[in-house]
């Protein structure tokens, strides 16, 4: 393989069919494309466009976001998903500003060393704001580099990840950095699918070994399986006086710093703390929520006190949540939710 060829294949499909109308684009600001890199890790554009635009709105600036608490943009947040993203980014921006004046930092080295920026991230933002010659390595240009170079080692191997980290800059063209890192992105997004690669119409097909091979889905070879776990919960959705009572959960783990419903391992352990509570349980539709390690059985159970009930009486069955406190549904559909409680609620009249 030329890999001069390559890049000027690829530069030359990028500058004429690759993608150019994403609002994140359009602009040299860290900021924005900072911004734009966290949301796209692991979430399809699709998704990522409306959150984007809302964001913005809401923090326009680096300024704007570290100013804020970490409750207004686990809100904003909301839905997307991978909520370390939303936790790293606000300590992100704090750093930014407390550390470097409000102005990211120009070389990928030094925008590495922030929370949540790792080494493609940061390449990726040195590259289309400053123009830094430096590779990058997302999920979807490991495929197409894997694929072109037909490379053999397991990703799941900390020594093999460095050998394509390697041979990725090796493949740098001298210039046009912005057109060749974007044109890697849009190939392993549009025509370098993980289950049904367009081989017959890529700008590179002529330079990649596993196409002329006749198996481009072998590749990436990684070996090492995420191991999924089971978790079964009893959601307690308790109101009164029309208002809902939520648990801020532990800053680590699942859902970490939203707002939840109080959960029981079992449909025992909820029969026994609600011993005594005035009022009617309901039993909602049970479902599975599925997360990136874990699928997650839950059974909501809605119990509404009388109006009437005692506040003392209230404090008492709610002390066991010493992290929670009561919303109105409006505020609490303003506020951080996980994805299922959110459509919960808005399934509720």
Known sequence: MSRAGFSARLIAWQQ????????WQATRDPYRVWLSEIM?????VATVLGYYGRFLQRFP????????????VLALWSGLGYYSRARNLHRCAQQVVARHGGAFPRSSTALAELPGIGRSTAAAIAAFCF????????GNVKRVLTRVLAFEGDLAEAAQERALWHEATALL???GIEAYTQGLMDLGATLCLQRAPQCPVCPVREDCRAARAGEPQRYPVKTRKLRRGTRTSVWLWLSWRERLWLVQRPQRGVWAGLWSLPEF???????TA??????TVERLPSFTHVLTHLDWTLHPRRLVLPSRTAAARVDAITAAWP??????????????LPAPLRKLLLAST
Do not use: C, K, Y
């Open 40 to 44: 796209l890790q692991q979430t399809q």
């Open 323 to 336: 992290a929670g406190r009561w919303f109105t549904r409006e505020e609490a559909l303003a506020s951080g």
């Open 274 to 279: 609600r011993s005594g509570w005035p009022g």
């Open 131 to 138: 123009g830094e010659r430096v590779a990058i390595l997302d």
């Open 265 to 271: 391992d079992d449909e025992a352990a909820f029969e």
């Open 61 to 72: 600036d680096v300024a704007a976001l570290a100013a804020a608490s970490q409750d207004e």
């Open 173 to 175: 063209p001298a210039q």
């Open 16 to 23: 004429r069919h690759g993608r150019h109308d994403l609002p």
